[in-house]
């Protein structure tokens, strides 16, 4: 394979060089953030994140466009009439570049695409490397899909919809998830570099395709935005589309191009070319990279919420007793207001059991993946003093739902709550804890109890 470059020379045809246009600014509106909220997120609603500073690393990378999101991530028309405003965009590009330079010959426009098409290849790279590091490094260090919390593990099959099932089934084996995680980073590292960008983009295609349809069969919540990815690393192979044809079809020789840098006369700027590749580098794969890899070691992840609980009270606990302004209220698995089992889980997180209409959240981000894709169970952040034995209770989806219970500990395992709810009723609630064990927890050399 020879290294060749002709796209300074090309004979750009009137299509080519519109559509050259078209995913410029398709490339463009797709990566900067040109909503105003992007700039003012709460990174504190639901949990702290105070311990997590790197957090704007994985905004930037995962800067959505509105049609990503709405629809539940499955807005085609969003992206059908984003390309068509990219086409026209580009058309327009054109004639107005036609126009200034219509006393030139056409040498010098050709020339001047084979420039432009330059600095698509970088966007386009770079775009698809930035998404794709922040996927990559969150596999290899497996804090993406973590394994199931207690409160999962005691979730009905049936309360969970099949893109939460699909992310709690990759979470059970990180065997799988970081050998997923290594493919996508080999990709990502080699559409950084240009003589490794088709090998790349062949590795990225054959990762992207499979994720496309699984977001497709699952219903995951990611459709769009990985076919977006699908479709960037097809453009990268576009420029040798004949040249596979040639080779894999007709089984010709064919040469895959090589796209050079730029070329810069000052030397100031062909440091910083080299300096600010470093610096992307450094920060969006190394730096991240490193911190991931402690919060995976401390037994985190960005997923679930980072403050600890206390590790004393984690664990399952059945509802012994319940009374609701002194009226005692057997247990019955239809009644809605009587708790049936709550869960304490190693974070600050406790999850109640209930048998109540769930409004189904569908929206997989950062603050909401306890409560995302699952029914059947009420979600609280809590703080807890342990020398005046109070609980503060927040509903992890809805902050202003406050509630304070005062709690006695008669012996280990055992717990009694007092106070008042969110409806400030009277509420009594007796806890036992239940040592259960989860196959899914156990390593699978270990032979469970009952076989």
């Known amino acids: 394979m020879r290294n060749t470059n002709n796209f300074a020379h090309l004979a750009w045809k009137w299509h080519n060089r519109v559509l050259l246009r078209t995913f410029i600014v398709y490339g463009a ?90 600095w698509f290849f970088i966007l386009v790279r770079y775009q698809i490397v930035l998404r794709m590091s922040w996927f ?70 054959a990762i992207l395709l499979p994720i496309w349809f699984v977001n497709i069969g699952y219903d995951a919540g990611v459709e769009l935005a990985s076919l977006h990815l699908l479709l960037l690393s097809l ?11 040639q080779l894999l079809i007709e089984h010709k020789e064919a040469a895959i191009s090589y796209i050079r840098p730029p070329v810069f006369p000052q030397q100031w700027k062909r440091v910083g070319r080299i300096a600010l590749k470093i610096g992307f580098i450094f920060i969006f794969l190394v730096y991240r990279g490193y911190h991931y890899e402690k919060l995976y070691a401390a037994g985190k992840t960005f997923k679930l919420p980072l403050d600890n609980g206390v590790e004393s009270f984690t664990g399952f606990y059945n509802v012994d007793e319940f009374r609701i302004n002194n009226r005692f209220i057997p247990y019955s698995p239809n009644d809605s207001l009587r708790w049936q089992n709550v869960v304490f889980e190693k974070f600050n997180t406790i999850s109640i059991k209930v048998a109540r209409p769930f409004k189904l959240n569908t929206q997989n981000k950062i603050r909401t993946t306890e409560y995302y894709g699952n029914i059947g169970r009420l979600f609280y952040g809590y703080d807890v003093d342990t020398v005046k034995h109070v609980f503060t209770l927040k509903n992890r989806a809805d902050t202003s739902e406050k509630t304070v219970l005062n709690y006695t500990i008669p012996k280990p395992g055992r717990f009694i709550l007092k106070g008042l709810d969110g409806h400030k009723d009277s509420v009594y609630i007796e806890l036992n804890r239940v040592d259960r064990q989860y196959p899914l927890a156990v390593k699978r050399n270990t032979k469970v109890a009952g076989d």
């Open 29 to 118: 509106v797709t990566i900067i953030p040109l909503v105003p909220s992007f700039y003012s997120q709460d990174f504190d609603a639901g949990f702290s994140v105070a311990n997590y500073p790197w957090r704007w690393l994985d905004v930037i990378s995962q800067n959505n466009p509105w049609f990503f999101s709405s629809q539940g991530g499955k807005n085609y028309i969003g992206w059908f009439i984003t390309l068509l405003i990219c086409l026209v965009a580009g058309t327009v590009w054109l004639l107005v570049e036609k126009q200034i330079n219509k006393d030139k010959n056409v040498a010098d426009l050709n020339t001047g695409d084979g420039g432009l098409y330059n």
């Open 136 to 205: 990559a490094i969150a596999k290899v260090f497996p804090v993406q899909m973590p394994f199931p919390t207690i409160s999962q593990l005691n979730t009905s099959l049936g309360d969970f919809t099949p893109g939460k099932l699909y992310w709690l089934t990759t979470g059970v084996s990180p065997f799988f998830e970081v050998f997923a995680g290594i493919f996508e980073l080999t990709a990502t590292i080699l559409i950084l570099f240009r003589r490794t960008t088709t090998l790349g983009a062949l590795m990225m295609i």
């Open 235 to 245: 453009l990268l192979l576009a420029k040798d589309s004949t040249k596979f044809w």
